[in-house]
C-alpha cells in the first residue's frame, strides 16, 4: 500500500514552453502533497506544501508563478512549470501524506530538461 | 528551524562489511528522524523512523539507527551489507508539532563493492 505514482518520468521541453507533471495517490487519500526539488548529487529542497482544495504553500525563494501547484482532489496534486528555462531543469520529486500521519510516501521522480 | 549534516558524502566498503553513516542535526525544539533510501533515477523509499519510545530504531532490510539526543545524532548502520544495498541514503528531520515539514541532509552515497 501508501503508493505514489508520477507522470510522466521524464520530460524534455523548449525553453519558453509550460510543463505539467502530475503525483496521484494510488490507494489513499493524501490531505497533503508536498514538492521537492533535487539537483544533482544534492539534497531535495522543499518547494511547496499542498492540501486539497486550498491555495499551495511555497517555500521562501520559490516563484509561485513560475511553479503552479493544484491539490484538486484527495489524490491528485500537480505541478506545472510554466515558461520553462534551461535553469528549470532538475529533478522534481513529490511526496504524499495521508492524514495527520508523519510519513511521507515518495513518488519515483519526473526528470525534466529544458532546452 | 532545523537543520541535518551528513558528516560523509561518500562510503565505500567491501560486501559484508558492517557499515554507519553518520547524520548529526540541529534544532531548538524537540524533532522526529528518519533515513531515506534512493535507488538511481528513483524517489525515496523510508528506511526507518524515530518518533518516540525507544532510542533503538529498527527498519528494512537490516538496517538500524540509535537516537543519541545528548549528541544530536542518528546514526544509521547495517551489520553486514550487500552489493544491492549501494544507493544514496538521506537523514531527515521533522519538527515535533510545527508544520512536519522534512528538512533533508545532503546524503551519503553507500558503494558497495565485492
Known amino acids: 500500500g501508501a503508493v505514489v505514482s508520477q507522470h510522466p518520468s521524464r520530460v524534455i521541453c523548449k525553453s519558453g514552453t509550460s510543463v505539467k507533471i502530475e503525483c496521484r495517490s494510488l490507494?489513499?487519500?493524501?490531505?497533503?502533497m508536498f514538492w521537492y526539488r533535487q539537483f544533482p548529487k544534492q539534497s531535495l529542497m522543499l518547494m511547496a506544501t499542498s492540501n486539497e482544495g486550498s491555495k499551495a504553500t511555497y517555500e521562501q525563494g520559490v516563484e509561485k508563478d513560475k511553479f503552479l501547484i493544484n491539490h484538486a482532489s484527495l489524490t491528485l496534486s500537480t505541478l506545472t512549470v510554466t515558461s520553462a528555462h534551461p535553469e528549470d531543469s532538475s529533478f522534481y520529486i513529490c511526496?504524499?501524506?495521508?492524514?495527520?500521519?508523519?510519513?511521507?510516501?515518495f513518488g519515483p521522480g519526473t526528470r525534466l530538461t529544458v532546452t | 528551524a532545523q537543520s541535518v549534516t551528513q558528516l560523509d558524502s561518500q562510503v565505500p566498503v567491501f560486501e559484508e562489511a558492517p557499515v554507519e553513516l553518520r547524520c548529526n542535526y540541529s534544532s531548538s525544539v524537540s524533532v522526529y528522524l528518519f533515513w531515506y533510501v534512493q535507488y538511481p533515477n528513483q524517489g525515496l523509499q523510508l528506511l526507518l523512523k524515530y518518533l518516540s519510545g525507544s532510542t533503538l530504531v529498527k527498519g528494512i532490510n537490516g538496517f538500524e539507527a540509535e537516537f543519541n539526543k545528548s549528541q544530536t545524532s542518528f546514526h544509521l548502520r547495517k551489520p553486514s551489507v550487500h552489493i544491492s544495498d549501494t544507493a544514496e541514503y538521506f537523514c531527515?528531520?521533522?519538527?515535533?508539532?510545527?508544520?512536519?515539514?522534512?528538512?533533508f541532509g545532503k546524503g551519503t552515497k553507500l558503494t558497495v563493492n565485492p
Open positions: 490507494d489513499f487519500q493524501a490531505t497533503t
Open positions: 511526496s504524499a501524506r495521508q492524514g495527520f500521519g508523519f510519513e511521507q510516501y
Open positions: 531527515a528531520v521533522s519538527a515535533q508539532g510545527g508544520s512536519e515539514k522534512l528538512v
